[in-house]
């Protein structure tokens, strides 16, 4: 059993800033990519930021220059610096992965998601 388990979502005010960690347990052979996305209420879900293995990242283009995704391999973590935030940043943020219990066979997790709020 795989599990992706966020935390670090609150209630800042603009301007402020929030750091998410999301810690992959379970039977794991190897994670692929890892990453970040995000829904507001009546919105799609949307790409925040992804990062490989090799530490190679993309970014939405609405948070370049304020958003860094990180991740330990060696803690199966991945990370999301969020400064300058801005309230349409609100939204719940999910964590995602690419992740192998069995050697070449790579499955999608998600995390259940935590609340980032940003007041005016």
């Known amino acids: 059993q795989v599990q992706l388990v966020e935390s670090g979502g609150g209630l800042v005010q603009a301007g402020g800033s929030l750091r998410l960690s999301c810690a992959a347990s379970?039977?794991?052979?190897?994670?692929?990519?890892m990453g970040w996305y995000r829904q507001a209420p009546g919105k799609q879900r949307e790409l925040v930021a992804v990062?490989?293995?090799?530490?190679?990242?993309n970014n939405a283009d609405s948070v370049k220059g304020r958003f860094t995704i990180s991740r330990d391999n060696a803690k199966n973590t991945v990370y999301l610096q969020m400064n300058s935030l801005k309230p349409e940043d609100t939204a719940v943020y999910y964590c995602?992965?690419?992740?192998?219990?069995?050697?070449?066979?790579?499955?999608?997790?998600w995390g259940q998601g935590t609340q980032v709020t940003v007041s005016s």
């Open positions: 379970g039977s794991i052979f190897s994670i692929n990519v």
């Open positions: 990062i490989t293995g090799r530490g190679t990242t």
């Open positions: 995602n992965a690419e992740i192998s219990v069995t050697p070449g066979v790579f499955r999608e997790y």
